[in-house]
């Protein structure tokens, strides 16, 4: 067995506070520890999509949209795993890796200077040119002002067939 550690940047729903960060809570499979608060060192779009459940979508168009504010978690191989398959890794999104300035620790103290880490992010992959006409946004709350709040029942689908828990099947 590996103890390879992971960085990974988290922009959506498995941010803490989002309707899936109980992914990110140890509750599965693998070790996952907190670093951070961070915010990615180039401009991407993330939009939330327009198809049923309100998807928070960060897009590979590097250059385009805002800097996005997420979280950094370190997982291990096993968990990196379990992320591919809820995040349902590369057919519907592409886990590439990004530059992410990390700017507040574990405990929310602010850092100064940001630490600068490569990092995981999974990127939506089937999409067309409409997206980029949608509104970007530079941090993603699902109960934000937008009204396009996150489909618990997609968060549900998804736990069911991302893996097992360390208690066994969900």
Request: a negative charge.
């Amino acid at each position: 067995m590996s103890n390879s550690m992971f960085k990974v940047f988290v922009y959506g729903t498995l941010k803490r506070g989002q309707p899936n960060n109980k992914m990110m809570e140890g509750i599965f499979d693998g070790e996952v520890t907190y670093m951070g608060r961070g915010l990615t060192g180039k401009a991407y779009p993330l939009v939330i999509s327009a198809a049923k459940w309100n998807l928070p979508c960060m897009l590979s168009v590097e250059g385009t949209g805002k800097k996005i504010h997420g979280e950094v978690f370190e997982v291990d191989q096993e968990m990196l795993g379990f992320l591919d398959l809820f995040e349902g890794h590369p057919d519907f999104y592409k886990r590439s890796q990004i530059i992410v300035q990390l700017t507040e620790d574990h405990d929310g103290r602010k850092l100064d200077p940001p630490g600068i880490h490569t990092c995981w992010c999974y990127f939506f992959l089937h999409y067309d040119r409409s997206y980029l006409t949608l509104p970007f946004l530079d941090n993603y709350n699902s109960w934000g002002p937008h009204g396009q709040m996150y489909d618990e029942e997609e968060r549900e689908d998804n736990s069911k067939e991302a893996g097992k828990t360390k208690d066994g099947p969900r």
